[in-house]
């Protein structure tokens, strides 16, 4: 079970990043 919090976890902040990422690109650029 902890196996898949922590996957569930790590794939949520991923997608955070690359969101944030996206945000700030269309922003900055």
Do not use: C, H, K
Not at 1 to 27: C, N
């Amino acid at each position: 079970m902890d196996m898949v919090v922590g996957t569930a976890v790590s794939f949520i902040f991923f997608m955070g990043i690359a969101l944030i990422a996206t945000l700030a690109e269309m922003l900055f650029a």
